[in-house]
């Protein structure tokens, strides 16, 4: 079984950054496409951000040029730098893979970080 282990979330001021780290644990043998989500209370869960094994990435317009994803396939982790940020970026940010194991294909969640932007 694959565990998603998130971290870097927390509190910060309108304008500020933060980095959230995600890092997968498990007999992998490979990763494609890794993701970021995000859910505000109220609101249904939506995709921010997603790249590819190839390194194509793809954003949410509500984030483009804020936030940047990135990935390090040697350490099975997907990062997302957050720039200026804004109260309404405020909720629990989840990381999601689709990867390769002994099984076959199959998809893990991580267990959702806070972040919460203060005006």
Known sequence: ???MVESGGGLVQAGGSLRLSCAASGTIVSINAM???RQAPGKQRELVADITSGGTTN??????GRFTISRDDAKNTVYLQMN????EDT???YCHADYMDRRG????WGQGTQVTVSS
């Open 1 to 3: 079984q694959v565990h």
């Open 35 to 37: 993701n970021w989500y």
């Open 59 to 64: 954003y949410a317009d509500s984030v483009k």
């Open 84 to 87: 200026s940020l804004k109260p």
């Open 91 to 93: 909720a629990v940010y």
């Open 105 to 108: 294909w199959n998809n893990a």
